[in-house]
């Protein structure tokens, strides 16, 4: 029993530190946000296609169920051209430092889409706190104020698509059918928005260097990563999994600073507001429970 909880918790850090490091390749890859997004997907979408039959699972489902889950991924496929843009505009600490605030959007945006929930005082409180670190963030590091508002807007995008997720996909649809439409959606968005953000229709082609860190990035820290993360969903509670997703930018911070060095490096009012921000997000999960009593 210990050693499967183990190996539970070892499996879910290994997947958030692979969504940490994605930021990272999204700077070491030599191509534009979006296409770094369609190449992505590209390669997520066969994986998920192969992995679907193998597993004798149809992708053949309800045109309301594929709208659903393709216009889910629409949203998910934006988030990660901001993301993407975020580090390219500033560096891979100060677009994950703004990641953990998608926990404050989610808890704001859902009472709005989910009329069954309402808006809770700890909730507010504890987004309070975390906009006044944010605004610390700015104020010491204004320089790179572009990036950091892009990634508060990916930010904003990743609450609604794991509120939207939660509405809209289907229990009964295997995971491999979900990633494959939530991942061709994504790419749908990428294409659709290369002209107005980079000029013309079709994606550049990697290069070197730039087809390791996209294979890299598209079939271990998306396909498997949520291919792991979805195995490990049946065996751990939701608080668990929260937790331990917050840990995702300490993951990605450290790996920046030991990656890339002394660019990475931020003053110490930066990791004083980026502490504050994890901080209150791993404790909102206590704060809610304590509240309610």
Not at 43 to 51: D, E, M, P, R, S
Not at 136 to 165: D, K, N, P
Not at 197 to 209: D, T
Request: charge should be positive.
């Amino acid at each position: 029993m210990i050693r499967l909880h183990l190996r539970n918790y070892v499996q879910l850090h290994l997947v958030v530190l692979a969504w940490g490091l994605t930021a990272i390749l999204g700077k070491l890859i030599a191509l534009p946000p979006v296409d770094v997004v369609v190449w992505r997907t590209v390669l997520a979408v066969v994986c998920f296609v192969g992995v679907a039959g193998v597993c004798g699972h149809g992708l053949i489902v309800p045109l309301k169920k594929a709208a659903a889950m393709l216009s889910v991924g629409g949203v998910l496929g934006l988030h990660w051209v901001l993301f993407f843009w975020s580090a390219r505009l500033a560096t891979a600490s100060v677009c994950l430092a703004a990641m953990p605030t998608a926990m404050l959007w989610c808890s704001l945006i859902e009472p709005l889409i989910d009329g069954s929930r309402r808006w809770r005082l700890a909730e507010l409180v504890v987004g309070a706190v975390m906009v006044g670190a944010v605004w610390s963030i700015y104020q010491v590091e204004f320089r790179y104020w572009q990036g950091f508002s892009v990634a508060i807007a990916a930010a904003v995008l990743a609450a609604f698509f794991a509120t939207m997720s939660k509405q809209q996909v289907a229990r009964d649809v295997h995971w491999s059918v979900i990633g494959t439409y939530q991942m061709a959606g994504a790419c749908a968005a990428a294409v659709m928005s290369r002209p107005w953000l980079e000029g013309g229709h079709l994606p550049a082609m990697p290069q070197g260097s730039s087809v390791i860190w996209v294979a890299v990035l598209g079939l271990i820290c998306t396909a498997a990563a949520y291919a792991a993360f979805m195995d490990v969903l049946r065996r751990v509670s939701v608080f668990t999994v929260n937790v331990v997703y917050n840990m995702e930018p300490v993951y990605g911070i450290v790996l920046a600073a030991l990656i890339f060095g002394r660019s990475e490096f931020m003053s110490s009012g930066f990791y004083a507001g980026a502490v504050v921000i994890i901080a209150v997000v791993l404790a909102l999960p206590w704060i809610r429970r304590w509240v309610e009593r």
